[in-house]
């Protein structure tokens, strides 16, 4: 008798090849034990814990009584993609307008359109890490080659320009990363970014991939620099930003990029074959928030700057932890390896996926392994919660590794 399909499961193997995200495996588990009524506080996922803001919700009501009901132009719509062309203008000192712009189902979309439009099978991507989880799989989708260069918690988790410029080969043809960083919160300065922008204009066949989505959240005094914005690489500097973290909209599915215009077109042509224009209500509520005002943004970016304060003061009282300070996002980073090795008697904790999943299920705190993120001493502990969420969350923590011996 032959097997059946479900026994089978003849998955395609760039199914089988790709790891779950680690970041939303995590929260699908946090979910599933309080849904069984555990106490979870889930510092996972890595998502604004306010609402969007009201006159972006009014937009987008008015967008359904004004009838934009039907499929959106698949690079967007002509307004959203001038006030992105005027976001980048005003805020970045980046020069495009609308027709380099293509407006995706959120930044990871957006992402994973570039790598796919820019990606032969066996060219090389190098990413910075600590990285988000999604960019090596981004690239093993497209059959590329990722060089992972690890930025050392030393140097505030940043990669150098040596080691940059060390990794590059004939077959590289994009280096990616985000500042503000995710996991490790760490922003590039300007003179950092100048630099990397240097190595980058030494080798002619490079582009770069730089994510901007936790722009907003940026505790520095310098700010946030664009690399995209350094004249003699403009045209190869592919930008990506969104809505989601800087104006609460995880949910509403809005990223963007800002590209030369071949890379723009080639977007599109891939989004008008797998996707079509994103959602058209959403559309109209993105323009509401690129155009209006920022106070809301700003208040939010000062809760996160308090939270950060308030969690890493907690975590460097913790035996062991090493803890870097933030500068931008919403996310605290500390090496947790220290602890690999050790046992609470029924546990033994040999790496960061141990540990992650033994606190979710001894402590019920839900955090994210290292591993994920190319930095298996690590754990993300997201700080986007309410201030009593993340003392409780910390005390668990706390107390929980006192068990280990
Ligand atoms: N880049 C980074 C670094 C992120 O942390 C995230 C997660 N939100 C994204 C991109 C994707 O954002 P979006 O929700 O807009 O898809
Ligand atoms: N970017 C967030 C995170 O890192 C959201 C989850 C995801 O899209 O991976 O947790």
């Known amino acids: 008798m032959s097997a059946t399909l479900e026994a089978i499961q003849p998955l395609a193997d760039r199914i089988n090849a790709l790891e779950e995200s680690s970041t939303l495996a995590m929260t699908k588990k946090a979910r599933e034990l ?20 009201a006159h972006i919700c009014d937009a987008a009501k008015k967008a359904i009584d004004d009838g934009f009901h039907g499929y959106s132009p698949v690079a967007g719509y002509p307004d959203l993609r001038k006030a992105i062309a005027d976001k980048l203008k005003r805020d970045n000192n980046i020069n495009w307008k609308p027709e380099n712009i293509v407006v995706s189902t959120g930044a990871k979309h957006s992402l994973a359109n570039v790598i796919s439009t820019l990606v032969n099978p066996g060219e090389e991507v190098i990413i910075f890490a600590p990285y988000w989880v999604s960019y090596s799989e981004m690239v093993k989708l497209a059959e590329g080659h990722t060089i992972v260069l690890e930025g050392a918690f030393d140097n ?12 590059i080969t004939d077959r590289t043809k994009v ?7 995710n996991p490790t919160g760490s922003v590039y300065t300007e003179a950092e ?9 030494r080798h002619e066949n490079l582009y770069v991939l730089a994510d901007e989505i936790y722009e907003y959240i940026n505790f520095t ?31 509403w599915r809005v990223g963007y990029i800002g590209a030369a215009k071949w890379i723009a077109d080639g977007v599109e042509k891939l989004q008008g074959q797998v996707t ?65 090795g050790t046992s609470d008697g029924t546990t033994t904790i040999n790496d960061s996926d141990d540990f992650s999943t033994w606190l979710l299920e001894t402590a019920y705190v839900a955090t994210v392994a290292g591993s994920g993120f190319g930095a298996p001493n690590c754990l993300r502990i997201s700080t986007a919660a309410s201030d009593e969420n993340l003392v409780e969350a910390v005390g668990r923590i706390k107390k929980a590794v006192a068990t280990l011996k």
């Open 34 to 53: 309080a849904a069984q009524g555990h106490a979870v506080i889930s510092l996972s996922v890595g998502e604004p814990d306010f609402k969007t803001p």
């Open 156 to 167: 505030d988790f940043k990669v150098t320009p040596e080691q940059f410029e060390a990794a």
């Open 175 to 181: 280096v990616m990363f985000a500042s503000p960083n």
């Open 193 to 201: 970014l100048r630099a990397i922008g240097e190595v980058v204009a």
């Open 221 to 251: 005094d310098e700010g946030h620099f664009s690399i995209g914005s350094i004249p003699g690489i403009h045209d190869r500097v592919i930008t990506v930003n969104g809505v989601a973290k800087g104006y609460a909209m995880t949910g």
């Open 276 to 340: 079509s224009g994103t959602n058209s209500i959403a559309q109209k509520a993105t323009v509401a928030a690129l155009n209006g005002p920022m106070e809301p943004t700003l208040a939010m970016t000062e809760a996160y700057k308090r939270r950060r304060d308030l969690v890493v003061g907690l975590l460097k009282d913790i035996p062991g932890f090493k803890v870097n300070t933030p500068t931008g996002a919403f996310y605290a980073f500390p090496d947790i390896s220290a602890y690999y």
